[in-house]
């Protein structure tokens, strides 16, 4: 099964300003997806990574307020740009393998 | 509409005993996945379980076991000699043949009694 690692595990930051989350696996995958999960909601998904293409967004969710890279097979990041306290939540990435899917640790976000 | 529910928003069950939790789905797909994930208060996502539209058979999991009706589109999960640790979130979640993307229920909230 895939390992991934995920970090920051946990931040706080200032409104307005942006973080950086990674995500690296250990085996090299097609798709990674990356969720948000609000305090005490379910998970919604953000947008699919696809190595040497744009992310697909889905709605609700706009390139400028989460840009994603995704260089190679391994890796991807996702970018909370001008942060407010409503994106205080938990960013999870996940990548698929035939009938499981696994997640990240999570970054549980906290902007003051 | 909802693509998956779960209507038990908590649940509580004493320790060595079962406890189903329930899941329904929604899709016109004929090819889908279901997923049942525990989300402990660290917030990882643990995976569970799988069933796919076309087994046969009910998945299991050494105490977990999925009641999968196709017909009446549920996909409970069923935990055995529950245990303190088993105390979490746990989502279900599906996946359409058309897309990857997992959908997920609200969640329910199990607390095992000792």
């Known amino acids: 099964s895939a390992v991934i690692s995920q970090k920051p595990s946990r931040d706080i930051c200032q409104r307005g300003t942006s973080l950086t989350i990674q995500c690296q696996v250990d085996s090299q995958v097609t798709m990674m997806f990356w969720y948000r999960q609000q305090p005490g909601q379910s998970l919604t998904l953000i947008a699919t990574?696809?190595?040497?293409?744009?992310?697909?967004?889905e709605s609700g969710f706009v390139i400028d307020k989460f840009p994603i890279s995704r260089p190679n097979l391994t890796f991807s990041t996702l970018t909370v740009s001008n942060m407010s306290p409503e994106d205080s939540s938990i960013y999870l990435c996940?990548?698929?393998?035939?009938?499981?899917?696994?997640f990240g640790q999570g970054t549980r976000l906290t902007v003051v | 509409a909802q693509k998956i529910t779960q209507t038990q928003p908590g649940m509580f069950v004493q320790e060595k005993e079962a406890v189903t939790l329930d899941c329904t789905y929604d899709t016109s797909d004929p090819s889908y996945g279901l997923f049942w994930y525990k989300q402990p208060s660290s917030g990882e996502m643990i995976f569970l379980i799988y069933q796919g539209s076309y087994d046969q058979q009910n998945a299991t999991e050494g105490r977990y076991s999925l009641n999968f009706q196709k017909a009446r589109k549920s996909a409970n999960l069923v935990i055995s000699a529950s245990q303190l640790g088993d105390s979490a979130m746990y989502f279900c979640?599906?996946?359409?043949?058309?897309?990857?993307?997992?959908?997920f229920g609200k969640g329910t909230l199990l607390t095992v009694n000792p």
């Open positions: 990574a696809n190595q040497g293409s744009e992310a697909t967004y």
């Open positions: 996940s990548v698929q393998e035939n009938t499981e899917a696994f």
């Open positions: 979640a599906m996946r359409e043949s058309s897309n990857y993307k997992l959908t």
